[in-house]
Structures are given as C-alpha cells and as structure tokens.
C-alpha cells in the first residue's frame, strides 16, 4: 500500500515539476492594448475624481468667494502630470468622504443614548 501511495506522490510531483515550467513559456493571453488601457485607467479614474470634486457645490462657492472659475480650474486640472493628479485626486476623496460624513456621527448618537441610559439606571435605582 505505501509503495502505491509513494509512486501517485512521486507522479504527481514530476507531473508538476515539469509542468510548471512549460506553462511560463505560453504567450500572454491578455492583448497589449487592455494592458496599457488599465495602466492608463487609474489616471483617468483620478481626473474624474478631481473633476466631480471641482463640480460639488460647497467646492464652487468656495471658488466663487475667492474670484475663481469653476472651468478655468477644471481646465488646469486637466494639465496636469501623472503623479500631481494623483495626490490631487486623493485629497479630493478624502475631502468628499468628510463632507459627506459618515459613522462617526452614528457612534456619537449611539454613545450619547448609552450614556443616557445609564444616568437612567442609576437614577432609577
């Protein structure tokens, strides 16, 4: 029985061994055209992040208490490299994320009915 078990383990292991190396060799089945389409993706991605922050409101009247144009601004941002963009495109995420807000306020409420509870227990008892 072990040599059975021993002799399976042993083809399969040569079956991987000299499998592994002749799959390296097959061509590529992704064309080169969707490969520098995704490099290219992310970049597009970051000018529309920036461009959807540029056309939020609170965004715009800021830029209108400052003496700035919206398009002007939008414009420029289309001007910019790779990298700027990207640091650009980031803090604008994060700027939507704040304005929109998020669990912090649920924890806050959630905390303050704890707590209110509470001084109702002690006051009860």
Do not use: C
């Amino acid at each position: 029985m072990f040599k059975y078990i021993a002799s399976a383990g042993a083809l399969v292991a040569a079956t991987i061994i000299t499998a592994a190396p002749l799959s390296a060799q097959a061509p590529s089945t992704v064309q080169r055209g969707l490969l520098e389409a995704a490099v290219v993706a992310p970049a597009n991605g970051d000018a529309e992040s920036v461009q959807r922050w540029l056309r939020s409101d609170l965004v715009g009247g800021v830029a209108r208490n400052l003496g700035a144009d919206v398009g002007e601004l939008a414009a420029r941002v289309a001007t910019l490299d790779a990298t700027a963009m990207h640091d650009l495109a980031e803090r604008a995420r994060a700027d939507e994320q704040n304005l929109a807000g998020g669990d912090s306020t649920v924890v806050i409420s959630t905390t303050a009915i704890i707590i209110g509870l509470l001084i109702l227990i002690l006051l009860t008892s």
